[in-house]
């Protein structure tokens, strides 16, 4: 029994040190790429690490693809983010680092989206891993084709996303229906507690009654 609780306690330790490490995994997912006129949007880039590569320097550079092709120096990530020097007036205090601190999520965001927003972005991404005996580097570059509307979705003078619309339709259906099915799931349950209920109140008085009604009625004595 000692052993087996020994076991058990490493293996709780071994569980909650995975716990802790599970923590900071790190997930590429991918960029939205559709964003409303007037709102603010989230370009998603991320360059995930392993635990012993945190300490990795990282520097960023995104870029804007207009229709004619050309590639433009939107911002800057080198120790901290900044605004390139002859940036154009379009961009000039609309974009803001959104990433994180450990530089695993080496994000932007626009705000107040405008229309001549829509087009492609390239993050690209360089990091310099020091070890204590040698260093490496690696690189990684995430295009995003980005498409501003006017509106989400226009419906009886409302704005909103059409999933967002279907989604909560079907959330209420789901409920009127969950609602309506455990409301008969508690009727019957009811009735059926009653019907047993009686079933035992009229066993029970069966049972009571027949030693009364064999006093009053005696057999025939028995003769040898």
């Known amino acids: 029994m000692a052993t087996q609780g020994k076991v058990g306690l490493h293996l709780l330790l ?53 229709a004619d092709k050309s590639s433009v120096l939107i911002f800057q990530y080198n120790g901290e983010p900044r605004e390139p020097k002859n940036l154009k007036d379009h961009w000039r205090g609309r974009l803001v680092w959104n990433g994180s601190k450990d ?13 001549n927003d829509t087009g492609t972005y390239e993050c690209k991404a360089f990091r310099l891993y020091k070890y204590e005996s040698f260093t490496l580097f690696g690189n990684k570059t995430i295009t995003i084709d980005l498409h501003v509307k006017e509106t989400a979705y226009l419906l009886e003078g409302t704005t909103t996303d059409i999933t967002a619309l279907y989604s909560e339709i079907m959330m209420y259906v789901l409920l009127v229906f969950l609602t309506f099915w455990l409301l008969v799931e508690m009727i019957y349950c009811y009735r059926k507690i009653s019907k047993s209920d009686e079933q035992t109140q009229d066993s029970a008085t069966d049972y009571l009654a027949i030693p009364s009604e064999n006093k009053e009625n005696p057999g025939p004595a028995v003769t040898e």
Do not use: H
């Not at 900071?24 to 880039?45: H, I, N, Q, R, Y």
């Open 14 to 66: 071994l569980y909650l040190f995975a716990v802790q490490d599970g923590s900071l995994v790190c997930v590429d997912v991918p960029s939205e790429t559709e964003a409303v006129k007037g709102g603010f949007m989230k370009l998603t880039c991320i360059f995930c690490m392993k635990r012993e590569e945190i300490n990795a320097w990282t520097t960023v550079d995104w870029y804007y693809i207009g």
């Open 103 to 115: 530089m695993q999520d080496i994000s932007i965001g626009i705000q107040n989206v405008s229309l």
